[in-house]
T-cell receptor, first 117, second 109 residues
Framework: IAGITQAPTSQILAAGRRMTLRCTQDMRHNAMYWYRQDLGLGLRLIHYSNTAGTTGKGEVPDGYSVSRANTDDFPLTLASAVPSQTSVYFC????????????????FGAGSRLTVL | GQNIDQPTEMTATEGAIVQINCTYQTSGFNGLFWYQQHAGEAPTFLSYNVLDGLEEKGRFSSFLSRSKGYSYLLLKELQMKDSASYLCAVTDSNYQLIWGAGTKLIIKP
């Protein structure tokens, strides 16, 4: 089934630990994104990638890093988790960013619920 | 600053019609999106407006007025499965999506 796979589905993590959230898509989309969603707030962009080999910072990038070694994978790493990073994390992709058919229409993964204690 | 406003919560009756409003102030405009998100699930794409007017898709319609910085999502013949949050998002001049906090729609029998 075409789409986005995220792992893990949920995780409880001790503060200070390193954690990588995995994201894989099989739609050959060029653009990929990581969002966090917290109660009462809109989706906030952490990092994004226009195409393989490039990444950019979103609205809330501090404490997070990403890489885009190939088209399909876009892992998100928390180098040293803190309680304020407790959230639901969504990976998303779009055919492209900008103009044209399918541009900016996001397909989301099922989410990863992360709790940092 | 950039801002998207939508009501936090709305309640409607099964079979009725509901209109969810969204107002925006962004640096530039390259389109407005509506997404549906059921509790505990991922958002899914509903509609896209880039020109003024009404876009109809089955029971759902979305309207845009760029001069007023305003959109609404109209849901007709409400069903219990329409209970969800509805997210408004605007693409700014850099083609980045700015998201509203979402409107939780509660459908009562």
């Amino acid at each position: 089934i075409a789409g986005i796979t995220q792992a893990p589905t949920s995780q409880i993590l001790a503060a200070g630990r390193r954690m990588t959230l995995r994201c894989t898509q099989d739609m050959r989309h060029n653009a990929m994104y990581w969002y966090r969603q917290d109660l009462g707030l809109g989706l906030r962009l952490i990092h994004y990638s226009n195409t393989a080999g490039t990444t950019g910072k979103g609205e809330v990038p501090d404490g997070y890093s990403v890489s885009r070694a190939n088209t399909d994978d876009f892992p998100l790493t928390l180098a040293s988790a803190v309680p304020s990073q407790t959230s639901v994390y969504f990976c998303a992709s779009s055919l492209t960013i900008g103009t044209g058919t399918g541009a900016n229409v996001l397909t989301f993964g099922a989410g990863s619920r992360l709790t940092v204690l | 600053g950039q801002n998207i406003d939508q009501p936090t919560e709305m309640t409607a009756t099964e079979g009725a019609i509901v209109q969810i409003n969204c107002t925006y102030q962004t640096s530039g405009f390259n389109g407005l999106f509506w997404y549906q998100q059921h509790a505990g699930e991922a958002p899914t794409f509903l509609s896209y407006n880039v020109l003024d007017g009404l876009e109809e898709k089955g029971r759902f319609s979305s309207f845009l007025s760029r001069s007023k910085g305003y959109s609404y999502l109209l849901l007709k013949e409400l069903q219990m499965k329409d209970s969800a949050s509805y997210l408004c998002a605007v693409t700014d001049s850099n083609y980045q999506l700015i998201w509203g906090a979402g409107t939780k729609l509660i459908i009562k029998p």
